[in-house]
Structure formats: C-alpha cells, structure tokens
C-alpha cells in the first residue's frame, strides 16, 4: 500500500480533501496520514499532492508483514513469552537475560 | 534548499480587511474580534502569538532534491537490466559458436565490452542507491522540523482562536447595544455570547461596523447599501459611524 504523511497546514487539507472526493483508494485515515491501496491511480493521486506540496508530503510504499516469513522463530517465541510475562514491569532486556530469547541488541542490529 | 512558509504565519488580519465590506463572508467572533482591535485592545494571548509566529518564520527547513536522487535509481537499475540481458544474450551468443566450432572472437570482444559496461553500471546504480539513502536521512531529519512547525502553527491557531473569543466577549455588551442601532437588529437576539447571537448576520455585521473604528471607508454590498438606505434614522454614514462607499461606486455588489 502507499502511505501518505504529510507536514504542513495546506498538505494536510489537501490530504484530507482527496480522501472525501476519492472514498475508492483508501484503505485507512489517520489525522495528517492516509493508507492508499497500490494501485497506480492512487499513486497518482498521491504524486499529485507532492507535485502541490512538495516536501510536505511525503509517499511511502508498505508492504504486507509476514512474522513467519520475516521472523526467525525465537523472536517469535520471545514476543509471545514477554507478552505472557509474570511481572509486567520487566524490561525485555531484563527479561530475556540468561534465557534462550533473544538479545535486544542483537535484534536492534538485524535488519528485517 | 529551504524553504520557510506556512499558513500560521499569516499575520492578523488588519481590522479593515476583515470589516471592510459588508457582508464580510465571516464569522461574528472573527469580526468582532476585528472591531476590537481597531479600536487598540489586545488580548492577554498577543505576546505569546507573536513569539509562536517569530519562531515558525526563524524555522528554516532543509529540502533535499529527493525526487533526482530516485529518478538516478531508477535510470541506473534500468541501465543494469539492459546490460544483464545483453550479457546473457552475448554469452549465448558465444556459447552457439563454440557448439558449433565457429569462429568467436568478434562475439567475444562484444561480450567483453558489454560486461564492463554491466560492471560501470552496477558501480553507478550503487552510487545512485548511496546517494538516495543519504537524500532520504536528511529529509527525515527536516521533517522533525516540518513536524515542529506544524505542531507551532496549530498551537497559533489555537492562541489566535482564544484571542479572538476574547477580544469578542468584551466587546459583547456594546456590540449588543449596537444591535439596536443597526437596521435589522435588535439587542434581544444577541444572546449572552458571539456563538448565541440569533439575528441576521447582515445586521450583526453592521453593528459590528459601527463598534469598530476602521481607518478606511466601509464598501456595502447591495443588501447592505438597501437596507440602510430605507432605514429613516437618517444618514447611512451616522448608523455606521464610519464613511461608506456605496456598491454603485465601487462597480460590484
């Protein structure tokens, strides 16, 4: 999908106006940012408002998140430990300190 | 590249521009407000509008050329599949002679300038991935700033709006006294605030008018100019308390 940010008064109008008159292309509305499915007319539309607002807008392409594709499966495991955790005060960090889970750092250092 | 503009650093408008021309195609409060400030009040709010406004003018934003940083991406990755087919294909090419004893030299001269060529464009697309990457990093950074300034203007917005419901609530009890004197209107309708006012917003506007204490003379439109005219409490010009310029002077109503 794209998503769409935009920085200023005037982009955030013209966001909000492309969204009432093109109800078909977006997915999602949030406050100065908008989803918009991937397809070339939405991209279009998309291009427009930068060509109007220039570096206040920016366009981003997203795409569908996979943990079982991404994620090895002892992020996987971690999480859903951590999210079960006794003490919900305990930093991860704190957390995955001599267990099998993984290091904060180390995943800070992987990319997806 | 910067660049510094923003719809909150629009200053106030002057009284004049806002009452001006009757009707003024705004709200009560925003005319009252005006009519304040024509006659010099200010609200508790000014000092801290300004320095809002001073701050988003001195926000200088960094505009990286994005957009020739993705165009050389993509010319320079469209360059390198050109060049992989024609390597593949040359090989080929290459690969028939042999299978058949022919003669190679010339295929192979071919394929040999075309693989440099892959090898210039791989090393351009890199730099053209590099340079995009760095293109990108600055504009995150300048739209934290493009962040702060949005966030400054809202804030102004907002200062603006208390500032001008102020200005308007003191005002109130005069403009409801005005009403009274105003073809149209009548104190009764004035309610205790600009937003319970329930009367005709042409005779509001004219009150609002007569308040104020504008520097140019006041333009009526054709309603305006008609409804002062058949009013018998005399002059135009005394109901407003201002010089008016009649529609008919000025060629548009």
Redesign the interface.
């Known amino acids: 999908m794209l998503l769409i940010v935009t920085y200023s008064e005037a982009a955030r109008t013209g966001l909000r106006n492309l969204c009432r008159r093109h109800e078909e292309p977006v997915v999602r509305r949030f406050g100065r940012a908008a989803l918009l499915d991937a397809t070339e007319y939405a991209a279009f539309l998309a291009v427009r408002l930068r060509e109007s607002h220039g570096g206040d807008v920016q366009i981003e392409r997203t795409e569908p998140f996979n943990e079982f594709a991404a994620l090895d499966e002892s992020v996987r495991d971690a999480a859903s430990a951590y999210a079960d955790r006794e003490s919900a005060a305990t930093p991860y960090v704190a957390f995955a300190a001599g267990t099998e889970h993984p290091d904060p750092d180390r995943l800070k250092g992987e990319e997806l | 590249m910067t660049?510094a503009s923003?719809?909150?650093t629009h200053p106030v408008p002057k009284p004049e521009a806002v009452l001006g021309r009757i009707p003024t195609g705004t709200s009560l409060r925003r005319e009252l407000a005006a009519a304040a400030r024509s006659r010099g009040n200010e609200s508790s709010v000014r000092d801290e509008c300004r320095r809002l406004r001073d701050e988003i003018a001195a926000i200088e934003?960094d505009?990286p050329d994005?957009a020739a940083a993705r165009r050389r991406v993509a010319a320079a990755s469209g360059e390198e599949d050109r060049l992989k087919e024609r390597v593949a294909t040359l090989r080929g090419d290459v690969r028939a002679r042999r299978a058949v004893e022919a003669e190679t030299d010339a295929a192979l001269d071919d394929l040999e300038t075309a693989a440099a060529e892959l090898s210039d464009a791989q090393t351009e697309r890199i730099a053209a991935e590099q340079a995009l990457e760095q293109a990108r990093q600055r504009?995150a950074a300048?739209?934290d700033e493009?962040?702060r300034?949005?966030e400054l203007?809202?804030r102004l917005r907002n200062r603006r709006r208390e500032g001008r419901r102020e200005l308007a609530t003191d005002l109130y009890p005069e403009f409801r006294d005005a009403l009274g004197a105003v073809p149209g209107g009548d104190p009764a309708n004035a309610g205790r605030g600009p937003s319970a006012y329930d009367g005709p917003a042409l005779a509001a506007s004219l009150a609002a008018a007569r308040i104020a204490d504008l520097d140019e003379p006041v333009v009526l439109g054709v309603e305006a100019a008609h409804r002062l005219a058949v009013r018998e409490s005399g002059p135009a010009e005394t109901v407003l308390d201002a010089p008016i310029t009649r529609p008919d002077a000025v060629g548009d109503a």
């Open positions: 660049d923003g719809p909150g934003i505009s994005l504009a300048a739209r493009r962040e300034r949005l203007e809202d």
